[in-house]
């Protein structure tokens, strides 16, 4: 028997990992493959949230004030603006981390834009603003009118507010804006105008308080749409109230007659300025009561800062302007070229912008307004007639009486009325001037006589003599 025998092989025992270390590495394997899958999907939506978007065109979208994140994003979406409400609404909730969220609003997106644009966009708050105008020269009823009829606003307007409180400008406001508020940031903005041109008073005006300087203002601005007129047409109703005389103004006839509608569907007649109202000026001495619209700057400064001028009258010269005058004579003149141009067909017409026109739901509006809240207009009797002061070089008196007549076709004392246009129309109205009998030679006829054609009461101006 050998004694070499062979020793069987011999394998050390395995140890085995244990459990803890099996599961370490599943999950670690599994970690892997779901950061990997993670790290894509992220890459995938930051590529999805900062590409162009689908839009073709710009769009406006109202994102209503009780929607929640998700639903803002499938708004988006349903609209086309987005195209992944899931990335959008995500994005939205990582982006609330650091305060910046979705707000409710109106939104205009332009073409092309990213989820990322349209985040900003929302959450940034720029909202689309729309505008509403009041033209220069409208009065506070036909305002809230325009207020009342913008169906973008909400709410109810309280009052119509004083006339020459409502500033005329254009002023931008968000959808869902209440309109009292409205109303209120305009007579905001109108009392801090009217301080601002007041603060520039000339120490030397003949105004001396804000609501005249407003009142004349408004004046200024129903006689002239020419901007470079308005400081001589100021100047023509300044000298007139130094002087004495009427101001004589055919839109404060209308106001007298309108009232806050501010607009007369027909032309002036004789029998409109024969008729007195509070604000008729061709009846009544100074200014009227108060405003009869809103002014705006340029008329409030040119009533504190007006032309250099010894004007005390102007007529329409058929271009759209007017021509002005210091004497009778002279403005008899142009009041005689303006009839030639009247009766050519040569008048250059004016007409407003559709801004300044309003449409017929205002019109609706405005009708509404006035009936209800429009106080009358105070009636007044004819004051007893007073002799204005003199204007110079005013004609002989034996053709004083001719001359006006001729001129006006209203037998007015002093001076032939200041025209906007509106007065030609009631000067060929068919009421004719009552026959003017034939003075006796025993008559003086000194300034302030009154003389009586028909019935009518006539002052006698002061009058160059004769030679």
Same mark, same amino acid.
């Given at each position: 028997?050998?004694?070499?025998?062979?020793?069987?092989?011999?394998?050390?025992?395995k140890?085995?990992?244990?459990?803890?270390?099996?599961?370490?590495?599943?999950?670690?394997?599994w970690?892997?493959?779901?950061?990997?899958?993670?790290?894509?999907?992220?890459?995938?939506?930051?590529?999805?949230?900062?590409?162009?978007?689908?839009?073709?065109?710009?769009?406006?979208?109202?994102? @209503?004030?009780?929607?929640?994140?998700?639903?803002?994003?499938?708004?988006?979406? *349903?609209?086309?603006?987005?195209? *992944? %409400?899931?990335?959008?609404s995500?994005?939205?909730l990582? /982006?609330s981390?650091?305060?910046? =969220?979705?707000?409710?609003?109106?939104? %205009?997106?332009?073409?092309k834009?990213?989820?990322?644009?349209?985040?900003?966009?929302i %959450?940034?708050?720029?909202?689309?603003? +729309?505008k509403?105008?009041?033209?220069?020269g409208?009065?506070?009823?036909?305002?809230v009118?325009?207020?009342?009829?913008?169906?973008?606003?909400?709410?109810?307007i !309280?009052e119509?507010?004083?006339?020459?409180?409502?500033?005329?400008?254009?002023?931008?406001?968000?959808?869902?804006? #209440?309109? /009292?508020?409205?109303? #209120?940031?305009m007579?905001?903005?109108?009392?801090?105008?009217? *301080?601002?041109?007041?603060?520039?008073?000339p120490?030397?005006?003949?105004?001396?308080?804000?609501?005249?300087?407003?009142?004349l203002?408004?004046?200024?601005?129903?006689?002239?749409?020419l901007?470079?007129?308005?400081?001589?047409?100021?100047?023509?109703?300044?000298n007139?109230?130094?002087?004495?005389?009427?101001l004589?103004?055919?839109?404060?006839?209308?106001?007298?007659?309108?009232?806050?509608?501010?607009?007369?569907?027909?032309?002036?007649?004789?029998? *409109?300025?024969?008729? @007195?109202?509070?604000?008729?000026?061709?009846?009544?001495?100074?200014?009227?009561?108060?405003?009869?619209?809103?002014?705006?700057?340029?008329?409030?400064?040119?009533v504190? +800062?007006?032309?250099?001028?010894?004007?005390?009258?102007?007529?329409?010269d058929?271009?759209?302007? +007017? %021509?002005?005058?210091?004497?009778?004579?002279?403005?008899?003149?142009?009041?005689?070229?303006?009839r030639e141009?009247?009766?050519?067909?040569?008048?250059?017409?004016?007409?407003?912008?559709?801004? /300044?026109? @309003? #449409?017929?739901?205002?019109l609706d509006?405005?009708?509404?307004?006035?009936?209800?809240?429009?106080?009358?207009?105070?009636?007044?009797?004819m004051?007893?007639?007073?002799?204005? !002061?003199?204007?110079?070089?005013?004609?002989?008196?034996? =053709?004083?009486?001719?001359?006006?007549?001729? !001129?006006?076709?209203?037998p007015?004392?002093?001076?032939? @009325?200041? #025209?906007?246009?509106?007065?030609?129309?009631?000067a060929?109205?068919?009421d004719?001037?009552?026959?003017q009998?034939?003075?006796?030679?025993?008559?003086?006829?000194?300034?302030? =006589?009154?003389?009586?054609f028909?019935?009518?009461?006539?002052?006698?101006?002061a009058l160059?003599?004769?030679?």
């Amino acid at each position: 028997m050998s004694r070499n025998k062979r020793l069987p092989d011999f394998e050390p025992e395995k140890k085995r990992s244990g459990a803890l270390t099996r599961v370490l590495g599943a999950f670690l394997g599994w970690g892997i493959v779901f950061g990997c899958l993670l790290g894509a999907a992220a890459a995938w939506s930051y590529v999805t949230y900062t590409s162009a978007g689908p839009l073709t065109e710009e769009k406006i979208v109202i994102l @209503p004030r009780d929607a929640g994140r998700a639903d803002i994003a499938a708004l988006l979406r *349903d609209n086309g603006v987005i195209s *992944d %409400a899931a990335v959008m609404s995500a994005a939205s909730l990582a /982006q609330s981390l650091r305060g910046a =969220t979705l707000k409710p609003g109106e939104f %205009a997106f332009p073409a092309k834009a990213s989820m990322a644009e349209v985040f900003n966009i929302i %959450a940034s708050g720029r909202v689309v603003m +729309h505008k509403l105008t009041v033209p220069e020269g409208w009065t506070s009823a036909m305002a809230v009118a325009r207020i009342q009829a913008n169906d973008i606003l909400t709410g109810e307007i !309280a009052e119509v507010p004083p006339e020459g409180e409502v500033a005329a400008n254009t002023f931008l406001f968000p959808r869902g804006k #209440d309109r /009292q508020q409205l109303l #209120d940031e305009m007579m905001a903005s109108q009392a801090k105008l009217v *301080d601002e041109v007041w603060a520039t008073r000339p120490a030397d005006s003949i105004i001396t308080t804000k609501e005249a300087m407003v009142t004349l203002a408004s004046i200024v601005e129903k006689e002239t749409a020419l901007p470079q007129e308005r400081a001589r047409v100021a100047s023509v109703f300044l000298n007139r109230l130094k002087a004495g005389m009427r101001l004589q103004s055919d839109p404060t006839i209308i106001y007298g007659i309108v009232g806050g509608k501010g607009r007369l569907d027909r032309p002036l007649t004789r029998s *409109d300025i024969d008729t @007195p109202t509070a604000y008729n000026t061709y009846a009544i001495n100074g200014l009227p009561p108060g405003p009869i619209g809103a002014p705006g700057r340029a008329s409030l400064e040119a009533v504190l +800062h007006p032309a250099k001028t010894s004007d005390l009258y102007f007529v329409a010269d058929g271009s759209g302007g +007017h %021509a002005f005058a210091e004497t009778l004579d002279a403005h008899n003149a142009n009041v005689k070229k303006w009839r030639e141009i009247e009766a050519a067909g040569g008048t250059v017409a004016t007409k407003p912008s559709p801004a /300044q026109q @309003p #449409d017929q739901g205002e019109l609706d509006a405005l009708n509404t307004i006035v009936k209800i809240t429009q106080p009358a207009l105070p009636e007044m009797t004819m004051p007893a007639p007073a002799a204005e !002061a003199a204007a110079p070089e005013e004609a002989a008196v034996d =053709t004083a009486a001719q001359d006006l007549q001729q !001129a006006t076709g209203v037998p007015e004392p002093a001076a032939a @009325p200041p #025209d906007d246009g509106a007065s030609q129309a009631a000067a060929g109205a068919p009421d004719a001037a009552p026959e003017q009998p034939e003075a006796e030679s025993a008559v003086v006829l000194k300034p302030g =006589t009154v003389m009586q054609f028909g019935e009518r009461l006539i002052p006698i101006p002061a009058l160059k003599k004769t030679r």
